[in-house]
Each structure stands twice: as C-alpha cells, then as structure tokens.
C-alpha cells in the first residue's frame, strides 16, 4: 500500500467545511496495488480506523462525498470504484457490481479493521449489495442510496445518455461546466465547477477529457430498458436482487423524491425485503451533493447504531 498526497485535490475542502459550519478533517489519498495489476483509489477522512465506507455512481468518484463526509465528521474511506477517478480502467470494460465489489472487498481488507457501514449510491449501492451479499464479514449494515435493480431506465438515465453521447474530451473544462449545467446536472455554476475538475484531467495535447472509464461506455451500457443476462449483466441485471436478497445486514434505501427510484419502486423492494427500511429525501439523484447534510444526518445514526 502506499499513500500519495496531491494538495491541490483538496484545495476546496475549507471553503465547504467553512459553508458547513464544521472543521476540516485530516484527508489523505490511498492506492493499492491489486493481484491482477492495476490499482485501486480512495480518499481516507480522518484520523481513526475507518467505520464508513462509501461508494459513488457511475461516472463519479470519491470526491462526489466530500461535503457529505466533512458534514458527517465520521472517521471514513471514499473508494474510487474501478475504471472512475484515480483507480485503473478495466480492459475487459466490465463495470457491474459483482465485479466491481471483488475490488472493494480487497481494499476493505487492506484498509479496515472492523465491518463497515457502506453506503451506495446508484450503482455504489448496487455494488455495495453485491458485497454485502458476497463478503457479509465486511459490511456491518448497508444504505443503498436512489437505486434499485429494477428501475425504469427510460427516465432518468436517459438525460445520463444524452449527457455521455456527446464529445469526451473538450477545448477547456468552461465548456464542460457550460454543456453539463444546460443539460441540467449539478447546482450552482461553482459547485459544477468544482465537480468537474475533480472528475477530469488535461491530456498531453492540451485537451481536457474525463477521468473515468465510463465516459465512452455509458450510452451503450445505459441502453434502455437492457438488462443483459445473467452471463453478461448490464449494471441494471435483475440479479441485483439476488445480491440484495444475500445481504443479511440492516439494509436501507434512500429514495430521492427528484431521483432515479420511484415510490413504487421502493414499494417493490420493501415487498421483496420486508426487513428493510426506506427513508425519503428531498433531492435529487446525486442525493450526496443536492442533500449532503440529511444524508450525513443518516450515516451519523446508521454508524452509532452499528458500533453498538
């Protein structure tokens, strides 16, 4: 394991710990190496053993959590899934949740000392169900954040097409801001800003393209109404039920009332896991940035609860 420390990613942490009200906590940048070759990425948030750990969506990256995690004040690890942020693309492109999760798993063995309470969002959750299911040793109860299995692909995901199906690389990151707000992503124009220059890097030629993976695959893996199969799933395959039928920690979903999953969706997977619990935000998809301080409410009683 090493760790590596870039000042300049967290250049915006004090004015968000400032607009909060609350210290900034220490963050450092970890990678570690994987059997296979490639590596795998994380912010660690304080100064203690983590208790939480939490896992982005398609197309984002650890930073995604930083006003969540500095409103939380919970010793934390942000994980950068493969193929997003600072962690290795896949040459094999697959980014589903068992796969993905193979990764955490390892990681969590290597950078934690007691099961942890993950929390997902959209397909962070998925894949936190997928390990979850897989390695219940390591996860001590689950918060799936705006998505289920079987949400209807034709919404929201849709604008997430339009929005990848354009160009991946651009003259200057102004006119990524410029088409991701006109598409109707992020809040106020800094926050866009700060997103977007978490979430990209100047290639050699001086052209700016994402840091992720999922860029040039998202319109064809967020096809709709495709769940693949069971030998070759899409992120949405229905065996995201099976996982979450294995999870045998306290499960809750957030539902965002402008999100991705609808009230009968969430009624859906109460019928299906009547254990569960559903608590429902006023916010949008990307509950982490549009309701960070609700959601850091939550994981400050989920992880009390959970150490107990």
């Known amino acids: 394991m090493q760790v590596a420390i870039d000042i300049t990613e967290f250049s915006y942490l004090p004015a968000q710990a400032e607009a ?131 949400i209807d692909t034709s919404a929201g995901p849709a604008a997430l ?34 997103g977007v220059f978490l979430n990209t890097r100047v290639r050699p030629d001086g052209r700016v393209e994402w840091k992720h993976h999922f860029a040039h695959l998202a319109a064809q893996a967020l096809s709709a109404h495709d769940p693949g199969s069971e030998a070759a799933p899409s992120v949405l395959h229905e065996t995201g039920w099976d996982d979450l039928a294995g999870v045998s920690a306290p499960l809750t979903l957030v539902r965002a009332t402008r999100g991705f999953v609808s009230a009968a969706d969430a009624e859906d997977l109460l019928h299906r896991l009547p254990e569960a619990q559903v608590v429902v935000i006023d916010a949008t998809h990307n509950v982490q940035e549009t309701a960070p301080q609700e959601l850091a409410a939550l994981i400050v009683s989920s992880s009390a609860r959970s150490a107990l």
């Open 20 to 150: 909060l009200g609350v210290p900034v906590l220490p963050v450092e940048r970890l990678t570690l190496s994987l059997p296979d070759g490639r590596s795998l990425s994380a912010l660690r948030f304080g100064t203690e053993a983590p208790r939480v750990t939490l896992l982005h969506g398609a197309g984002l990256n650890a930073h995604t959590w930083d006003t969540t995690a500095l409103a939380a004040q919970q010793p934390l690890l942000a994980i950068d899934l493969a193929g997003h942020g600072d962690s290795s693309w896949r040459d094999d492109l697959d980014y589903t949740p068992r796969t993905l999760a193979a990764d955490v798993a390892l990681a969590l063995d290597a950078w934690t000392t007691e099961p942890q309470l993950v929390v997902g969002q959209s397909l962070g959750g998925l894949t936190g169900a997928a390990l979850a299911a897989a390695r219940p040793d390591l996860v001590a109860e689950l918060v799936v954040v705006d998505i289920t299995p079987g």
């Open 161 to 194: 097409r339009e929005f990848y199906a354009g160009p991946t690389d651009f003259a200057t990151r102004d006119e990524l801001v410029d088409r991701a707000i006109s598409l109707g992503f992020g809040g106020t124009r800094p926050d866009t800003e700060r």
